[in-house]
Every structure is written in C-alpha cells, then in structure tokens.
C-alpha cells in the first residue's frame, strides 16, 4: 500500500441460529495500525481510529501487529437475526513515510451462549422443597 492508500475494507457474512442465546461474541484481532468493525451496521468494536472516520482516513498512532488482542462484544445491541448476518471492516494504517506494511484484521468468532432460564415449574421440585437454581 505504498505511496497508495490508507485503509483497506473487507466484508463478509456469518450465519447464526438461536439468537436469543447469544450473548456476547469474542473476536480476536491481530491489526496494523487501527480498524473499525460493523456486525449488521452496527458499530460492534474500534480500536486505534481517528475521531472523524472518513474512507481515506489514518489510525492516529502506531500499533504493531503480532499478538491477538481477545475482545468481548455484547450482541444484543447488533442486532443479530437468525439466517445471514453481514460482518464489515475498515482497516485503518498510520501516516508515515514509505510505509508499506499492512495487517489486515483477522476474526475468530464465537459465542457464549446464555443459560437457559429456569423455573420452579421447569424444575418439577417436590411439595416443600426448594428448587436448585
């Protein structure tokens, strides 16, 4: 990306099933120097980008790539739906002279799922005792 541009984008989908279980996605990110992540348009996760994002636009301060950094994401604010969910990312590379490395954010999802809840009824306890939850 030398004498070229400063971001990169990539988009993909992800199917998912039982939404309403899903309570958070771990996602595990090896950049250079900032991205941008959108699960379904939404912002899911930032790190490193200006505070005015524009198509064009550079991470403020270096970060070397090599080492995964983990991140936790709420899901219900991504608005999840059961079938395909689209994933976008907006790779961001500080300004500096002659740079030609670039990492580009690599994802590894999974899910936590959320306990199913529990009832006295879902239980089915004896008279007089009480229910395990």
Known sequence: MQNSYSTIYLRSTFECSN???INELTVLADYDDG???WINGEVALSRNVPSVLEYNGFAPLNHESGIGEV???EALPLNLVDGINYIAVQGLLVIETN??????????YCVRI????????DIGHRRGQSPLV
């Open 114 to 121: 959320r306990p199913p809840s529990r009832s006295p009824a």
């Open 99 to 108: 740079l030609i490395d670039f990492i580009a954010l690599w994802t590894t």
């Open 19 to 21: 939404k309403e279980l």
């Open 35 to 37: 991205f941008i992540l």
């Open 71 to 73: 991140f936790n994401v």
